[in-house]
């Protein structure tokens, strides 16, 4: 393996990391926001670790949703995450059993892009393990650090937490929608038929059942079709 190329990797990997790993800080607030203490925004960190389903489940909380539709809303979203496992699987091939659960925790959207991205399987494996360990490190230091000065904060302070939720995921989300990005006119397409789902059952239904009704709804739209044959 080249250095050049293994050095490459790894500073990519490492500033992927870093950089998403910051976002750990708007989740902390936005889950003592919501009415979790730090240790149950921490812990969420340390056994989720999945950004979109984290900042699904404490949105639904804070919207007054439900447990089961927050829990629903993070499920529905985390299930790419198995699709992703199936993809890496055949490149990882983890041996033992505290390696192979170590890499199906660390399967999320940045890990999977930076493994697939690399030019070989070798920087591929190298790709996956430090960005999920660069990501994991910072999301959960930066979790607790958000939860612990969140909670020090004021009433109108605390109010202000209200943007946080909706101005991160967007933020983890943007990326996968830019026109540059794999298949991003059909990823734009699905987002908006989602957010118009849900603005419309808004009105009708608790908190937080409303996203697990559209992601139900984007999944059947978008279900592949069988073609019929001409006899």
Known sequence: MPRSARSATLRDAVGLG?????YGVAFGAAAV?????P??????SLLMFTGASQFALVGVLGAGGGA?????????????????????????TPQGRLRRA?????????TTAM???????ELGRLAFWVTGATIYLGW?????????????LGATAQAALDS?????FLALLWPRLRQGAPEAAVQRRVALGGAVVALALTPFVPAGVQVVLAVVAVVLAGRPRTREVAP
């Not at 870093?18 to 910051?22: E, F, P, R, S, Y």
């Open 18 to 22: 870093v950089a998403v790993g910051l």
């Open 33 to 37: 926001g919501a009415g979790l203490d």
């Open 39 to 44: 240790w149950q925004a921490l812990a969420m």
């Open 68 to 92: 089961l539709a927050a829990i629903g809303s993070a499920l529905l979203l985390g299930t790419r995450n198995t699709v992703y496992g199936v993809r890496l699987a055949p490149m990882l």
């Open 102 to 110: 170590g890499a199906a925790h660390w399967v999320i959207d940045e």
């Open 115 to 121: 493994a697939v991205a690399a030019p070989d399987r």
């Open 140 to 152: 959960n230091a930066t979790t607790l650090v958000g939860a612990l000065g969140a909670g020090a």
């Open 164 to 168: 946080v939720v909706p101005a991160a």
